[in-house]
Nanobody, 123 residues
Framework: QVQLVESGGDLVQPGGSLRLSCATT????????MGWYRQAPGKQRELVAL???????EYADDVKGRFFISRDNAKETVSLQMDVLRHEDKGMYYC?????????????????WGQGTRVTVSS
């Protein structure tokens, strides 16, 4: 059974830091690209940070230099270090895994999501 379980969300003051973690089971973690997404109230879910299976990272413009994504293939976890948090960083943060399964010449994307962890930024 596949599970992605996020943790680390909390209430923090502006300028503070949080570290989110996503523990996975049931996927072949090293071959998956892993991402963190944020969904603010009333808004669509959006990509915050991505780390590919080869370790290449990508960030949304508004978090560059403040957020850092990392992965531990041995522990099958992906983390998001969030520094200098702002009010607009608040929302539910979701972990996502992505890979492509190939069989008999066909390629099928396989995606899983966690249930999310809430980040609140407030003074």
């Amino acid at each position: 059974q596949v599970q992605l379980v996020e943790s680390g969300g909390d209430l923090v003051q502006p300028g503070g830091s949080l570290r989110l973690s996503c523990a996975t089971t049931g996927i072949t973690f090293p071959i998956n690209d892993m991402g963190w997404y944020r969904q603010a109230p009333g808004k669509q879910r959006e990509l915050v940070a991505l780390i590919t299976r080869t370790g290449t990272t990508e960030y949304a413009d508004d978090v560059k230099g403040r957020f850092f994504i990392s992965r531990d293939n041995a522990k099958e976890t992906v983390s998001l270090q969030m520094d200098v948090l702002r009010h607009e960083d608040k929302g539910m943060y979701y972990c996502k895994s992505y890979t492509v399964r190939s069989a008999r010449g066909t390629f099928t994307p396989v995606t899983y999501w966690g249930q999310g962890t809430r980040v609140t930024v407030s003074s």
